[in-house]
């Protein structure tokens, strides 16, 4: 199975993993580091300045699952506190999973990948700063509204030719991550 399948099949559990950054930046025990983190990641997936525009065709969302997955890597550096065993379980999944992320790259854009999203944590998107999120259960309550309208209007990932998935996906994000 190529990688481009694998990324694909990552969409599959995107309502999971929403769920398990949820429950991290919900936690009063996580750190501010892994809530910063978790805030970033859920925040990307309603970012209109994303590495790779939604609209592209079949590759769009790749970049979603993949900032998901490099969040819940870094967030292993960080105290998450006691979060709910699914919670755990899936950011460890997507955690590791980020290896093959880091197969695919390349180590040198890889680690600009992981910088990207460390910076994530800093940035504002619709005028929200993960760390509003952290601070304001109300703005939580009303931006988990918008996420779950994101997530219903997502379009499936339709791929017709791998190879040329992969090479676009790849160019995106090398030429993206200067």
């Known amino acids: 199975m190529g990688y481009i399948d694998t990324f694909k099949g990552w969409a599959e559990s995107i309502r999971q993993d929403i769920e398990a950054y949820k429950a991290l930046l919900e936690s009063t025990k996580a750190d501010a580091n892994s809530k910063k983190l978790a805030g970033?990641?859920?925040?990307?997936?309603?970012?209109?300045?994303?590495?790779?525009?939604?609209?592209?065709?079949?590759?769009?969302?790749?970049?979603?699952?993949?900032?998901?997955?490099?969040?819940?890597?870094?967030?292993?550096?960080?105290?998450?506190?006691?979060?709910?065993?699914?919670?755990?379980?899936?950011?460890?999944?997507?955690?590791?999973?980020?290896?093959?992320?880091?197969?695919?790259?390349?180590?040198?854009?890889?680690?600009?990948?992981?910088?990207?999203?460390?910076?994530?944590?800093?940035?504002?998107?619709?005028?929200?700063?993960?760390?509003?999120?952290?601070?304001?259960?109300?703005?939580?309550k009303s931006f988990y509204r918008e996420l779950e309208d994101e997530i219903t209007k997502t379009v499936p990932i339709v791929i017709n030719d791998p190879t040329d998935a992969e090479l676009r996906l790849k160019a995106y994000l090398t030429h993206k991550l200067q």
């Open 40 to 140: 970033a990641a859920l925040s990307y997936l309603v970012s209109k300045m994303d590495l790779i525009p939604d609209w592209n065709e079949g590759i769009g969302v790749i970049d979603d699952v993949m900032v998901l997955r490099v969040c819940a890597q870094l967030t292993q550096g960080h105290d998450r506190g006691v979060l709910p065993t699914t919670a755990e379980v899936s950011l460890d999944r997507m955690a590791n999973e980020a290896d093959h992320i880091a197969k695919f790259l390349g180590g040198p854009i890889y680690d600009k990948l992981k910088s990207y999203c460390s910076k994530l944590g800093d940035t504002a998107v619709r005028g929200r700063t993960p760390a509003q999120l952290i601070e304001d259960a109300a703005l939580r």
